[in-house]
């Protein structure tokens, strides 16, 4: 549906004196409009044995056709329209405008049917563009420049669909590297642990399979299923690992090493398939989810699902062979065992040199260790596999902090390292006091059972109060003691925990929503609207806003001409690509400052620096919304809450309000629902947590 400029049409402007000389009344003339405004079939003739169709061409296509057309007749006379109103072209009434930068534009609305892939529509809607655009009206300019009317999209959210499956993508791959550091300090077993960590990434192409096999789409809550399974997945390996590992130490010499990994996975396989079994039960409930909740969740569902599936897949059948050649399977002779060693070197080597020059070097240190490692003593061999584990480590958090640098890009790669070693060496060593005093703890509450169980049931008080709130569980209080001062201060800390269809999602982009005054016309209207758009466009972190008042031609959007709708697009922190990932771009160190080329444009380098497009007070997108409300602060407009695009269409599709909350009043008149909705705007105002201005 298209919204702004003006609809073309003919205007018959009627001569009253005209009409009551010539005798015709304005029924006559809209008749004689409507009648001549037709194509007219007249059937067949015959002509020379040969059948030819008659047909009456009458559709209008100038103003010389409307005038021409006669009404009626006198005396033999037609009476024209032309002779007695003016016939030309005007715009049509319009009800809704639309701007962009400040100026009014002309746009289009596309609606994507239900069920279909938006991202799959949007490429399609592209490719129609693509193919309309030589058609568009052209000019040629006194400089002799060519130009041409050009469609351009003001809100794609194909650059969000993007970013968003690249940032989940990147934190799959960093919770992969998160799982590695972890399983290889707390098994402390080089080859054990990459046995496990090698079960990642087997899992997660097996999901992919399974969600082209069953037509999955990858959105971000399908890919969040397979960041909720990974944990289950590392879980699972390392109970096999370690079981088929303390085996393989217990064992005699003379016991053949498959049969020991056999036994040691049928020992813990049952319980595994039934830990997992249990988890896929549980998730059935979901698939049978309808409406808003199942398209939403249901991707989840299948995802995790067929992680686990996979991941049970790889640790009965995969895992236990794979850990009788690693850790099972002995090259008696020297030379074969030298020769393994030497061939190991040579493909780390060949890895620096045409892959990564990190892995390879890794890769050809392992198997240089395993080359000298019958002529070093037991200690100092020892010493060398935990000095292994240790650099692996090392190098595995270089990696992540220059994947993740949750700190941001300023401390560099070491202070994003640092921090990460710092949290997760933190939980770590929480977790191996834990397991140090465990013997000691479980032993001690087996001696006393019933203060051992007393927490428990303190704990499961409180975890109610803060789940359904103070007064749901305590209500059966005496009134007396309610209203006590220390019980009512407990009872306004525990309120209970708020729910929330779907969490917020950042979208990179605001829909500021004001009304004007109910009576204010459409020029008045569209006159605020451009200055909205100048003040917000005067931010320097907005990159885009369009603005719209009213309805768009069609009766999916009735808007009134009092409500204005926004769209702002506010540039990201950081530039980036297309999926989101940091740019980086050269940078003179001597001079402090990003070099750029002779048009002034930045050159990308990947040794470089990412380039902030943000000023250096503002923080988050909340300071760049706090700056949109102060700039849009004008007589004539109420104030907005903080939307996004998106998010409004769910809450104004599930609710009908045009903000995250609101209240609904009932009377029994519209004066005493106004005078009650005054005063109760009044009390809401006073609330800490609500935004006077929203």
Do not use: C
Not at 41 to 60: D, P, Q
Not at 201 to 228: C, E, Q, W, Y
């Amino acid at each position: 549906a298209s919204i702004g400029g003006f609809v073309k049409e003919y205007q018959i402007d009627v001569d009253p004196d005209a009409m009551r000389a010539a005798g015709v009344s304005l029924g006559q003339i809209i008749n004689a409009v409507r009648k001549s405004n037709l194509d007219v079939g007249a059937r067949t003739i015959e002509v020379n044995k040969a059948e030819y169709i008659v047909r009456g061409l009458g559709f209008i296509e100038s103003v010389r056709d409307l005038e021409q057309t006669a009404v009626t007749a006198r005396d033999g006379q037609p009476i024209l329209i032309g002779d007695i109103a003016k016939v030309g072209l005007g715009p049509a009434l319009r009800r809704g405008v639309l701007t962009k930068a400040g100026e009014e534009a002309v746009g289009g609305v596309v609606v994507v049917r239900y069920g279909e892939n938006p991202m799959a529509t949007i490429q399609r809607i592209k490719e129609k563009i693509d193919a309309i655009a030589a058609g568009m009206p052209s000019k040629i300019l006194p400089d002799g420049t060519e130009s041409r009317v050009a469609i351009v999209p003001f809100y794609d959210r194909t650059g969000l669909i993007k970013e968003t499956l690249g940032t989940l993508n990147d934190a799959i791959s960093q919770q992969v590297l998160v799982t590695i550091i972890v399983v290889v300090l707390m098994v402390m077993h080089l080859r054990s642990s990459l046995l496990i960590s090698a079960m990642l990434p087997i899992a997660v192409l097996m999901t992919f399979i399974g969600m082209k096999t069953f037509r999955v789409d990858a959105n971000i809550v399908a890919l969040s299923g397979i960041a909720i399974a990974i944990g289950t997945i590392v879980d699972m390996g390392i109970v096999l690992s370690e079981n088929i590992l303390r085996r393989l130490d217990e064992a005699r010499q003379d016991e053949p090493t498959i049969d020991v990994v056999y036994r040691a996975t049928a020992e813990v396989g049952g319980a595994v398939l039934t830990a997992v079994a249990t988890t896929v039960v549980g998730f059935l409930p979901v698939f049978t989810m309808q409406a808003a909740e199942g398209k939403l969740f249901k991707p989840l569902a299948y995802t995790k699902t067929f992680a686990l599936i996979a991941s049970i897949i790889i640790a009965l059948t995969l895992l236990p062979p794979a850990a009788h050649l690693l850790m099972g399977y002995r090259i008696r002779a020297k030379a074969a065992r030298a020769a393994a060693a030497l061939l190991t070197v040579a493909a780390g080597i060949a890895a620096a040199v045409w892959i990564d020059r990190t892995t390879g070097m890794l890769i050809a240190a392992f198997g240089a260790f395993y080359l000298i490692r019958p002529a070093l003593p037991p200690a100092i061999a020892g010493a060398v596999q935990w000095s292994a584990n240790i650099v692996i480590v090392l190098a595995v958090l270089a990696l992540l902090a220059g994947e993740w640098e949750p700190l941001g890009p300023e401390p560099g790669t070491l202070g994003n390292a640092l921090f990460i070693g710092v949290i997760v060496g933190g939980l770590l060593l929480t977790f191996w006091l834990i397991r140090i005093a465990f013997p000691a703890v479980l032993a001690w509450t087996l001696r006393h059972k019933v203060v051992a169980i007393s927490p428990a049931i303190v704990v499961i008080l409180i975890g109610a109060t803060a789940w359904l709130g103070f007064d749901r569980v305590w209500g059966w209080l005496p009134d007396d003691l309610r209203l006590r001062r220390p019980v009512v201060a407990i009872a306004h800390a525990f309120p209970g925990i708020g729910s929330e269809f779907m969490p917020k999602l950042d979208e990179g982009a605001f829909l500021y929503m004001p009304t004007t005054m109910p009576h204010a016309s459409i020029g008045e209207a569209t006159d605020i609207l451009k200055e909205l758009d100048r003040r917000i466009l005067s931010i320097p972190e907005i990159e885009l806003s369009v603005g719209k008042i009213g309805r768009v031609e069609s009766p999916l959007d009735p808007a009134p001409i009092s409500m204005i709708e926004t769209i702002i697009q506010y540039k990201s922190e950081y530039k980036t690509d297309e999926n989101g990932r940091r740019l980086t771009f050269k940078y003179d160190n001597d001079k402090g400052d990003f070099i750029r080329d002779e048009h002034g444009d930045l050159i990308e380098d990947p040794d470089g620096r990412p380039f902030r497009q943000w000023r250096d007070e503002i923080k988050s997108p909340q300071d760049i919304w706090d700056a949109i409300a102060d700039a849009a602060n004008m007589p004539g407009v109420t104030s907005a809450p903080k939307l996004q695009p998106i998010e409004t269409r769910i809450v104004m599709l599930q609710s009908g309000f045009r903000a995250p909350m609101g209240v609904k009043v009932y009377g029994p008149t519209l004066e005493a629902i106004q005078a009650f909705g005054i005063e109760l705007e009044h009390l809401l105002k006073q609330v800490p947590t609500i935004q006077p201005a929203a």
